[in-house]
């Protein structure tokens, strides 16, 4: 079975859209916000909660909080998406898909927006590096070591969402993208490149 993970920090108005979707889309399973920014978020349907972060933990803090939540209930897939988008799939449909498409990750043909991860993949690569702190490259250093071990993605149509608005969290506080250069030196010294032109096979080259 599979639930649903989102993390916000300042985007509660365009989250609140999504949730009246979700209400419908998601029911029987659990929908778990992690908000980092303290706003007031309105729940619509029982099986939604909101954990509430004494500050912002990041995007991979907040992936691992919620695959560890989730997970933990005995769900065998998260999907985790962003807050200003909306996905108008179901969770029996998503699940439909998942049993005739087995893989190891699931994903759109845009951003990382919108992905389904299994649990064994969870348990096989680990959890997201909260080091790349608090957006960005997060998602280039699991798609390589997913790649390390072999695993392979589903891209499909599927999982693209009907309402996408990109970084609508930035635009509204652009002080959240000041780690960016951070984040990609981090990246190189890792892994030896900039995404597309790793020369490690291991982190840090150990």
Request: hydrophobic share 35%.
């Amino acid at each position: 079975m599979v639930a649903l993970g989102i993390p916000t920090i300042n985007r509660a108005d365009l989250l609140q859209e999504a949730l009246e979707v979700y209400k419908e889309t998601w029911y029987g399973r659990h929908v778990y916000v992690v908000d980092n920014g303290h706003q007031n978020i309105t729940l619509t349907a029982s099986n939604q909660k909101v954990m509430t972060m004494p500050h912002n933990v990041g995007v991979s803090g907040s992936w691992n909080l919620l695959c560890q939540t989730l997970f933990a209930k005995g769900y065998t897939h998260v999907a985790l998406l962003n807050d200003d988008i909306i996905w108008r799939k179901t969770a029996d449909e998503i699940e439909d898909y998942i049993d005739a498409n087995p893989n190891d990750f699931y994903l759109g043909l845009g951003t990382w927006c919108l992905f389904v991860i299994p649990l064994t993949t969870w348990e096989k690569v680990g959890k997201f590096d909260e080091q790349f702190f608090p957006a960005y490259f997060e998602d280039n250093d699991y798609c390589l070591r997913m790649r390390l071990e072999g695993l392979k993605r589903d891209m499909s149509p599927f999982f693209n969402p009907e309402v996408f608005r990109n970084s609508q969290t930035i635009a509204k506080d652009p002080s959240l993208n000041t780690n960016f250069d951070r984040n990609r030196n981090l990246f190189i010294e890792k892994w030896g490149g900039s995404p597309g032109q790793e020369t490690y096979k291991s982190p840090y080259n150990k």
